[in-house]
């Protein structure tokens, strides 16, 4: 009986040590391959990205999310434009990744204009 009500208060302190890093803001930042002339905000797989000239910053009270640090990039940049520079969650994107990135979201932006007509 006691054994499992150390098990339980165990169980209950690791949730609440772990909800902290749940609740944590996600941010990540872009720099445009060309400025923008006006401001520009857009919503991306539930993260805002305001950009202003160069550069854009995106933020989110909180975001789940399975897609790879190429995927993001690819959504950002058929949302916002081509990109110099990406980085989320503190990871960043080589130049060679980026290009590739901008590549990709390039493709995706001509599939859905083919797919609309």
Do not use: F, H
Request: net charge positive; proline share 3%; charged share 20%.
């Amino acid at each position: 009986m006691q054994s499992k009500a150390i098990s339980s208060a165990l169980i209950s302190a690791a949730l609440l040590v772990a909800t902290p890093a749940l609740a944590q803001n996600v941010t990540g930042t872009a720099k445009l391959a060309a400025p923008a002339s006006t401001p520009l905000t857009a919503v991306v797989e539930g993260v805002t990205w305001t950009c202003q000239g160069d550069t854009c910053t995106g933020t989110a009270e909180r975001r789940g999310g399975l897609d790879s640090l190429m995927k993001e990039c690819r959504k950002v940049s058929a949302a916002v434009g081509p990109l110099a520079g990406y980085v989320s969650r503190g990871r960043a994107m080589s130049d060679r990744n980026v290009a590739t990135c901008n590549r990709l979201a390039a493709e995706n932006r001509t599939d859905a204009e083919l797919a609309a007509k």
